[in-house]
Nanobody, 120 residues
Framework: QVQVVESGGRSVQAGGSLTLSCAASGRITSINSMAWHRQAPGKQRELVARSTGGGVTNYASFVKGRFTISRDNDKNTATLQMSRLNPDDTAVYYC??????????????WGQGTQVTVSS
């Protein structure tokens, strides 16, 4: 079993910064990618940023250079550094890990989410 846990969400003022952390643990052979998604009230979950095993990163267009995803492959962790936050960034932020387990299967595991609230 693989567990994914996010932390770091809180309330911040517009224009502020915040760093979210994600840790994957359990019976993991390797992690192919880790990604952050978010879901605002009444909206669908959307990709924010992804980091692949090869170090390639992808960002949603709305990030516009404000967010940075980074990974520690040895620790199976990922962080999302967010700056110049605005109220539209208010959402529950979810981390997922595309992990391979000892049985040879690759699956995507999700965390429970962490709330980010940006006030104007």
């Amino acid at each position: 079993q693989v567990q994914v846990v996010e932390s770091g969400g809180r309330s911040v003022q517009a224009g502020g910064s915040l760093t979210l952390s994600c840790a994957a643990s359990g019976r993991i052979t390797s992690i192919n990618s880790m990604a952050w998604h978010r879901q605002a009230p009444g909206k669908q979950r959307e990709l924010v940023a992804r980091s692949t095993g090869g170090g390639v990163t992808n960002y949603a267009s709305f990030v516009k250079g404000r967010f940075t995803i980074s990974r520690d492959n040895d620790k199976n962790t990922a962080t999302l550094q967010m700056s110049r936050l605005n109220p539209d960034d208010t959402a529950v932020y979810y981390c997922n890990a595309d992990a391979t387990t000892p049985d040879g299967w690759s699956r995507i595991y999700w965390g429970q989410g962490t709330q980010v609230t940006v006030s104007s």
